[in-house]
């Protein structure tokens, strides 16, 4: 993931989509806006991830989180503390890159033994166009 990103996701997040869009239509539009010229930026969002089931009709929310994004050229901080996970409470993520490394960190009273999981991956430089 890079900061323009994280930028386009924070955008989307902070778009309202009672304006006649889709909300993919939105997405592509904050990516490619966020592509001029912006090397950094925080902000504040909710972010909302729902879902169907095969015999129901309606959406229904799965997860909650007030996000904080925060970034600068390669590097970010995400935030995310989610006031409805599945059926869980107290859950929260924090995402960190440093330009060559994204840690991850995610606390649920789920995660066996301790419960806190973290992983740690290396930026794939492949699919940056920079």
């Known amino acids: 993931m890079t900061s323009t ?11 309202t989509i009672g ?20 090397t950094s930026g925080t902000g504040d969002g909710i972010l909302e991830i729902y879902s169907e089931k095969p015999e129901e ?3 229904h929310l799965d997860k909650k989180a007030r996000c904080k994004v925060y970034f600068q050229g390669d590097k970010f901080h995400i935030r ?14 924090i995402i960190i890159c440093d330009g060559k490394t994204i840690l991850s ?22 699919y940056d166009r920079n």
Do not use: W
Not at 80 to 90: A, T
Not at 105 to 126: I, N, T, W
């Open 5 to 15: 990103s994280v930028l386009a996701f924070l955008t989307v997040l902070s778009m």
């Open 19 to 38: 304006e006649g869009k889709e909300p993919f239509v939105l997405a592509k539009e904050a990516y490619e806006a966020s592509k001029k010229n912006l």
């Open 57 to 59: 009709s309606e959406l």
């Open 80 to 93: 995310l503390n989610f006031e409805k996970h599945n059926k869980d409470i107290g859950v929260s993520r």
């Open 105 to 126: 960190s995610f606390v649920c009273q789920r995660v066996r033994p301790l419960g806190v999981k973290a992983d740690m991956y290396e930026v794939d430089k492949g």
